[in-house]
């Protein structure tokens, strides 16, 4: 500036790191897995009730096994990070994930994926009934047993692009289909 000095470049605040948690909440009946890295090395989580749900959450390139059968697993602001896990009553979820990996080694009925980009979910041969809603998502693919068993993956795309049309008449309504980008 003309006659003095430049005013002072102001950085912005760097995110505060949590340190990383592991607790059982018995009220809730719920695991708290938390600010997770690679450095804490794989962390354990022992399920010991069914009733007993599992939620992982900021989750950078770290690894979560998850052993024992539980209500749920819900997977939330990871970047990176992979979960391993046997068997969930209800449902496995992502929510605001970054290039994450499951593998679900017994059974999981249903799979939620929510603003979530780069998936890959493997899937028990237990496990082909599951159903799976996506939003807001991309670059998703599913790994499940191929006609030589376990040890004969094939990967499968789960559709992101699909064609509405809409159905006239005295009660409109709009029917979708999976883009032939995806037919094969």
Known sequence: APGGAAPAAT?????????????????????????????????????????QSVYIY???????NITGKCKGVCVDGCKKARVLLDTTVSSLEFVNCQRVQAQV??????????KTDGLLLYLSAESLGATLTTSKSSEMNL???????????????????????????PNPSVTSEVSDLYSG
């Open 11 to 51: 950085a912005g605040a760097a995110p505060v790191a949590r340190p990383p948690n592991v607790e059982y909440q018995a009220a809730a009946h719920k695991w708290l897995v938390e600010n997770q890295t690679r450095e804490q090395g794989v962390v354990e989580v022992v399920v010991e009730d069914k009733n």
């Open 58 to 64: 900021n989750c950078n390139d770290a690894t979560i």
């Open 105 to 114: 080694r017994g059974t999981v009925p249903s799979v939620a994926i929510d």
């Open 143 to 169: 790994s499940v047993p191929g006609p030589g068993g376990a040890d004969d993956q094939v990967e499968i795309p789960i559709p992101e692009q699909f064609v509405h049309r809409i159905v006239p008449g």
